[in-house]
């Protein structure tokens, strides 16, 4: 009688069909699934040969028996073999005669009642969208969801993560980096070139970090030094550390973890807008997240991620608790809103050479950050594409490079927000297509997305329901049928038209089920503040910054071009409103007040124009790169730079060209009427640009920025003294002075002597009707003046800096409460 294999490994049970190979493995294309970090994901092979079966090892973690490493093994009786390490999962091999088919079968018959036949089996199997289908007891071992004991939560790196060397412990020291001249070097960007010491003796091990750049963790919690006990796990980059007896165990984690959320809730106030999420994914799945809109999808995404933890429940990473360790597994996320994280007038190149600088520590060399960014272009297929700006693009080019940005540094989990929104059906194929391609090579990839012409791609969806409810939770083939549905249109028709709590309630009761495995934590107080990630200095940072800015800058064309027009044809309206700012004979010079009015008006609109979109045209930027490392400080004071330099150069040309020729005869304290007017109009310019970086802040989109600009440079006017009097007038003058322009208006005034200059040769006017006292032409009011404008222009930039710690991730702000009574 002919024999099969019978395959038995915990709660997986597989018969191997005869006549052609069968495959065990971690993949989803495996035939028999086994949802274990240590299996690889084609672990081994089984194939009939002329004496019967043979069980051949195809992995890079290696197949034991008997405690010695296997490559082949012919199965004549039962054999248990372990995978993946000598401890790892067992799997028990049994040779079994072949079943009598259970249901007769014509040969020419491919399917009968909703059955298929499997054309290496002689058994039968129910189709999951046949007529009648409902939920059975179990998945088919294919499709394993997991189980809670397949998802490790011990205290040893065994099985979790890729084992890489044994480093004997003698007394010493040992170092630990980048170098090439470390004990122990560590081939990772993210680690410093020294990184940390061991330092080994009569007491023990003790670590201490060497002043990384991204930090030395033990057990998850960042130290400067500590003394190591048996089993510590310790943290540099994506390298891991383990103290067994006199070795030092080293790991890699190279993403091929288990990854689980565990009963997530989220609250707005005292409405629940999540509600007890749970899922688990083996490593290197592919899952997608959909449902209408108002679901809950970027709340479940932004809770996944950690920048808005759950107010209940818990995410674990490879069974460790995500938000406890945050510090240190936040290096493992990469993260893509839906909007693009890249300026769009860089190229390529350029975008991830600048990105690279800010994730990486300083003392990487720039042929190793290339070397990194020229790895990620081919990983993606952008190599060809490198010099070209991001604008020229396609859509799914664009938001490859949005992706390559976050690959710089090695993420294992990878979380994308709609990435294929807005693109045709050829370029979501494609975009999904590569997302396939990074979860396949070792990473876990949640993708949030409308659309579901490629969820066959995904290893698993989840589907939520309105409220935050899961409605399914399972592989794709099943998903259709399950919610009753033969298209996804009327499915997300459904969604809409039935209660959340409804389809909660059936999703429970079905096999696709994954409950939480422990209950809501109590209320907890809110987390200490992270550490700060930060890899560069902020003045590393800071002129990082500026380059990159200038880049924009220069790489825009028609940008560039109003930034140089602008002073140019501004300088033209002062000679055309008048030809003189000194004193008439026999008459009072009228054209001067008009003159320095349209001066202070050109420089309010100037300095504003050069700066109102400068942070909200990168807030997604800014928000990513914060969460990596940026110093607030850092950008904001790369901001003020460069803006003071474009913003001074065009204030000296403007005020030249309006003035040149036409400026007062008399200085006040500079020596040069004419560089007393300049200095004037560059103060009231820059403290202009300040305000417009306070408007660019508070508002989240470009279109809100223009009308605040007119807005506030007419108030700015009103309130100068120019055109309406403000000396005298209780209120107005208190207002006023809050405004740089009145200020600014005011030094002019002074420079110019336009107190003296209106009233000579009319005898008539009564000299008080029009002296205002800040416009004395005196050293003092005039550098008063001038201070006072630059003190407003200073509260602007400290106004902003408050704005934007709105704009950061909120990634400790933490609530934990009970769940409200008959909450799910």
């Known amino acids: 009688m002919p024999v099969t294999l019978r395959l038995v490994s915990g709660s997986h049970e597989a018969t191997v069909p005869t006549g052609r190979p069968f495959v065990v493995g971690r993949g989803r294309d495996a035939d028999l699934v086994l949802a274990d970090a240590r299996v690889s994901r084609e672990h081994l092979v089984i194939e009939p040969d002329a004496q019967g079966w043979t069980v051949r090892d195809v992995s890079s973690n290696g197949t034991w028996l008997g405690g010695q490493r296997v490559r082949r093994v012919a199965v004549e009786r039962e054999i248990r073999l372990r995978l993946g390490t000598p401890t790892g999962p067992e799997l028990t091999v049994l040779p079994v005669p072949v079943p009598v088919p259970v249901l007769p079968v014509p040969a020419d018959s491919p399917e009968v009642g909703g059955a298929d036949r499997d054309p290496h089996s002689q058994l039968l199997t129910l ?53 090439g001249g470390n004990d122990i070097t560590v081939g990772d960007l993210l680690a410093s070139r020294w990184h940390a010491e061991l330092l080994i003796g009569d007491s023990g091990v003790e670590i201490v970090d060497l002043g990384s750049a991204n930090g030395t963790f033990v057990n998850g919690s960042r130290v400067t030094r500590a003394v190591l006990a048996q089993r510590d796990v310790i943290a540099v980059g994506h390298h891991l550390f383990q103290v067994e007896g006199d070795q030092l165990v080293e790991y890699l984690d190279s993403g091929d973890v288990t990854f689980e959320a565990d009963g997530l809730s989220v609250f707005v106030g005292d409405t629940q807008i999540l509600h007890s999420v749970s899922f688990r994914l083996p490593g290197q799945a592919l899952l997608a997240v959909i449902g209408p809109s108002g679901a809950g999808k970027s709340t479940l995404l932004n809770a996944l991620t950690g920048f808005r933890p759950a107010d209940q429940g818990t995410v674990r990473y490879a069974g460790r608790d995500m938000y406890n360790e945050y510090d ?59 010099g070209l700006p991001v604008q020229k693009l396609s859509g799914g080019q664009r938001k490859r490079t949005s992706v390559a940005l976050e690959l710089l540094t090695r993420p294992t989990l990878l979380f994308l927000d709609e990435p294929t929104s807005g693109l045709d059906p050829g370029l979501d194929k494609n975009v999904m297509g590569s997302l396939r391609g990074l979860a396949d090579d070792g990473r876990t990839v949640v993708v949030v997305t409308h659309s579901v012409a490629q969820l066959d791609v995904c290893d698993y969806i989840l589907v939520l329901a309105k409220g935050g409810y899961i409605a399914y939770f399972g592989p794709p083939r099943y998903a259709l049928s399950f919610l009753g549905e033969s298209v996804w249109a009327d499915v997300f028709e459904m969604l809409e038209e039935t209660p959340g709590e409804v389809l909660a309630d059936r999703f429970r009761d079905s096999r696709f089920y994954v409950p939480a495995s422990v209950t809501a934590p109590p209320a907890r107080p809110v987390p200490a503040e992270l550490p700060s990630v930060r890899q560069q200095s902020v003045l590393f940072q800071t002129i990082t910054l500026s380059r990159r800015m200038l880049s924009v800058i220069a790489s825009d064309r028609s940008y560039l071009g109003l930034v140089i027009a602008f002073p140019f044809l501004l300088g033209i309206m002062p000679r055309v409103v008048g030809r003189n700012l000194d ?155 809050l405004a740089p322009a009145r200020w600014g208006f005011a030094a002019v005034a002074s420079a110019a002597d336009l107190n003296n200059v209106q009233k000579r040769g009319d005898p008539q006017l009564n000299p008080d009707s029009i002296a205002d006292p800040q416009w004395a032409h005196t050293a003092a009011v005039y550098l008063t003046d001038v201070l006072a404008c630059l003190t407003l222009g200073i509260l602007a930039v400290i106004i902003t800096a408050l704005l934007l710690r709105r704009m950061d991730p909120k990634i400790v702000h933490r609530r934990f409460r009970p769940a409200p009574v008959g909450s799910q």
């Open 127 to 179: 189709r999951p969208d046949a007529a009648g289908y409902e939920p059975g007891p179990k998945l088919p071992r294919s499709d394993h969801l997991g189980h809670p004991d397949d998802f490790l939560q011990v205290d040893s790196l065994e099985g979790a993560h890729e084992r890489r060397n044994v480093h004997r412990l003698f007394r010493g020291t040992l170092s630990i980096g980048r170098s």
């Open 328 to 386: 240190e597994l936040r290096r493992r996320i990469g993260h893509v809103p839906q909007d693009d994280l890249l300026h769009t007038t860089l190229t390529v190149r350029k975008a991830l050479d600048y990105g690279a600088e800010l994730r990486f520590p300083p003392d990487t060399t720039r042929a190793e950050r290339r070397a990194r960014a020229d790895e990620v272009l081919a990983e993606l297929g952008l190599t060809h594409r490198a």
């Open 583 to 737: 004193v008439l004979p026999n008459r009072p010079n009228q054209d001067a007040p008009l003159i320095l009015l349209v001066m202070v008006l050109c420089a309010c609109f100037m300095g504003m124009a050069n700066s109102v979109r400068e942070i909200v045209k990168e807030r997604a930027i800014y928000r990513r790169e914060r969460a990596i490392g940026l110093s607030r400080t850092a950008y904001l004071a790369a901001k003020v730079a460069v803006l003071t330099m474009v913003t001074a150069v065009q204030s000296v040309v403007f005020t030249t060209i309006g003035i040149l020729g036409h400026e007062p005869r008399h200085a006040v304290v500079l020596g040069s009427p004419l560089l007393e007017l300049i200095v004037a109009v560059t103060v009231i310019s820059l403290s202009s640009a300040m305000i417009g970086l306070v408007i660019s802040a508070l508002v989240d989109n470009s279109d809100k920025a223009m009308p605040l600009l007119v807005l506030i440079t007419m108030s700015q006017v009103m309130f100068s003294g120019g055109l309406v009097a403000v000396h005298g007038k209780r209120g107005l003058e208190e207002i006023s002075a």
